[in-house]
Nanobody
């Protein structure tokens, strides 16, 4: 069993910053990619950023230069530093990870429950 638990969301003014965290726990053998997605009301879930096992990163064009994804492999945790936040960044942010457990010989995707980010004055 694997759990992903996000934290760090909240209400922030435009131009402000937030840092999201997502910790994976359970019977984890290895973690490949970890990432963040978001879903705004009435819109489809979209990829925000991904970080791979060798720290290669990928960002949505809308967040490049403002958001930074990082990971701590010892803690099985991924972070999303969000700067220069805009109202259009308002969404429910989900953590995603491709994890192999001790039970299965292949990896699969896991999702967190989501953390709300609201950017408003």
């Amino acid at each position: 069993q694997v759990q992903l638990v996000e934290s760090g969301g909240g209400l922030v003014q435009p131009g402000g910053s937030l840092r999201l965290s997502c910790a994976a726990s359970g019977s984890i053998f290895s973690i490949n990619a970890m990432g963040w997605y978001r879903q705004a009301p009435g819109k489809q879930r979209e990829l925000v950023a991904t970080i791979f096992s060798l720290s290669r990163t990928n960002y949505a064009d809308s967040v490049k230069g403002r958001f930074t994804i990082s990971r701590d492999n010892d803690k099985n945790t991924v972070y999303l530093q969000m700067n220069s936040l805009k109202p259009e960044d308002t969404a429910l942010y989900y953590c995603n990870a491709d994890i192999r457990t001790f039970v299965l010989s292949w990896s699969r995707e896991y999702w967190g429950q989501g953390t709300q980010v609201t950017v408003s004055s």
